[in-house]
């Protein structure tokens, strides 16, 4: 009876350890699979955030690569400045299609807007301002031009860096494209105002717009040196 009994401990105190650590291991096992995995929620965040700060500035770049071929096209029928019509019919089309496919690409919607009418009110309200300097002259033509071109390097530098630290390469080399153009546009209504007798070019319109320092004859931006400006003045290079 001693020795069954001793039996029957030993093996009871087996049971009671075995399934204290059967226990203690599942528990262990519960916890760890209900602990938030660290790279799977940043991982969502970052490209959630990534396509947000993108879409934001696809969106915006598209209105204004739409606004410099329509301010141009309408100006250019009030004041025939063949710096506007070459710019618009032949590199802002290809700059607007390239934003829409990134657009596509990144699930930002370009609906259909009649030409002088953008969704977004500040592009609005800049497209009235500058079709209502541009109309006055020929000069004031190419100072729009000037305006445009300043306008469209601020916001294209950035939404580059913008870009790059969402690690949107796609969307770098574009904006990047879309840069050399827009200071070849920018050097090209400077000749043009310097042909009319405005000796400082550009620098007339304001501080704002008097950009020395913009590097010229920019190659990829522009349409294998089609559209030069009147004469060859400071600047040398063509139309993106």
């Given amino acids: 009876m001693k020795k069954t009994s001793l039996t029957s401990s030993l093996l009871l105190s087996s049971l009671i350890i075995t399934g204290c650590v059967a226990n203690n291991s599942q528990g262990q096992h519960y916890s760890r699979a209900n602990l938030p995995t660290t790279n799977t929620p940043i991982s969502q965040t970052s490209r959630t955030t990534t396509n947000s700060t993108v879409q934001k500035s696809l969106a915006y770049m598209y209105d204004e690569e739409r606004l410099a071929k329509e301010v141009y096209l309408a100006i250019y029928a009030k004041q025939p400045v063949q710096q506007l019509t070459k710019i618009a019919t032949k590199a802002e089309v290809r700059h607007i299609n390239a934003v829409k496919d990134l657009a596509v690409r990144y699930g930002v919607p370009t609906p259909y807007q009649r030409a002088g009418q953008y969704q977004t009110s500040h592009i609005q309200s800049l497209y009235n ?27 294209l530098q950035k939404y580059t860096r913008e870009a790059e630290q969402a690690n949107a390469q796609d969307v770098v080399q574009t904006y990047n494209f879309l840069l050399k153009g827009s200071y070849n546009h920018y050097w090209a209504f400077d000749r043009g105002l310097k042909q009319l007798g405005v000796s400082n070019g550009c620098c007339s319109v304001g501080d704002r717009y008097c950009h020395s320092e913009y590097p010229q004859n920019q190659r990829g931006g522009r349409d294998n040196g089609q559209g030069r400006g009147q004469g060859r003045g400071q600047g040398g290079g063509g139309w993106r």
């Fill in 129 to 155: 301002e500058l079709y209502a300097k541009g109309i006055r002259s020929k000069r004031d033509a190419l100072e729009v031009g000037c305006m445009v071109e300043v306008i469209d390097v601020e916001d």
